[in-house]
């Protein structure tokens, strides 16, 4: 089975940019999506289709794809951007979907 | 915009069936993938399954024996049974949908915990 996989965890301080990888083998080929989950919430979608916004989630959120990595990028880091990210693809054969281990994002 | 709600019992007892609704406002059940996933605590989210609006259902290898996912369309609902449970299937559970299967999980229930105890 397909499988995603992400840093544990990743720090910045306020006012940086922090980027958190997805790996997975010719992940490029894929629609790569990323979620935001703050404790006690529900997942949100913040990036989908590799690197468009659904309305309401702020332009500091972007990412890419190529090759065998996917990142998400935050910029201008905010202390409510503390939260755990996730990283989801379609595996179109065996017709699964995959989520990454998680990253926990600590804004110093 | 689609909201999600899932409704059912908050403890289970081991060796027996789990059973969620997740009921369907605000829009059609039609043209769409309809699933479940769960979080089992401090850890990363796990996809459980799909039933698309055609009927046609999926679900994860490593529980796809004991899971069934079914639709009702007349009550807006879809339903996880999830048989012979234990500790190991502690966790919050989520319901969600998506457009289609290249797309991202663009709504979510807010979740309902389940715990697995004698």
């Known amino acids: 089975s397909y499988v995603l996989t992400q840093p544990p965890s990743v720090s910045m301080a306020p006012g940086q940019t922090a980027t958190i990888t997805c790996g997975g083998n010719?992940?490029?080929?894929?629609?790569v999506h990323w979620y935001q989950q703050k404790p006690g919430q529900a997942p949100v979608l913040v990036v989908y289709?590799?690197?468009d916004r659904p309305s309401g989630i702020p332009e500091r959120f972007s990412g890419s794809n190529s090759g065998n990595t996917a990142t998400l990028t935050i910029a201008r880091v905010e202390a409510g951007d503390e939260a755990d990210y996730y990283c989801?693809?379609?595996?179109?054969?065996?017709?699964?979907?995959?989520f990454g281990g998680g990253t926990t994002l600590t804004v110093l | 915009q689609v909201q999600l709600q899932e409704s059912g019992p908050r403890l289970v007892k081991p060796s027996e069936t789990l059973s969620l609704s997740c009921t369907v406002s605000?829009?059609?059940?039609?043209?769409?993938?309809w699933s479940w996933v769960r979080q089992s605590p401090g850890k990363g989210l796990e996809w459980i399954g799909y039933?698309?609006?055609?009927?046609?259902?999926n679900s994860n290898p490593s529980l796809k024996s004991r899971v069934t996912i079914s639709l009702d369309t007349t009550k807006n609902q879809f339903s996880l049974k999830v048989r012979s449970v234990t500790a190991a299937d502690t966790a919050m559970y989520y319901c969600?949908?998506?457009?289609?299967?290249?797309?991202?999980?663009?709504?979510w229930g807010q979740g309902t915990r389940v715990t697995v105890s004698s």
């Open positions: 969600a949908v998506v457009p289609a299967a290249h797309e991202g999980f663009d709504v």
């Open positions: 605000g829009g059609s059940m039609t043209n769409n993938y």
């Open positions: 039933i698309y609006y055609t009927g046609r259902t």
């Open positions: 010719k992940i490029g080929t894929k629609s």
């Open positions: 289709d590799d690197s």
């Open positions: 989801q693809v379609w595996d179109r054969i065996p017709d699964h979907w995959v």
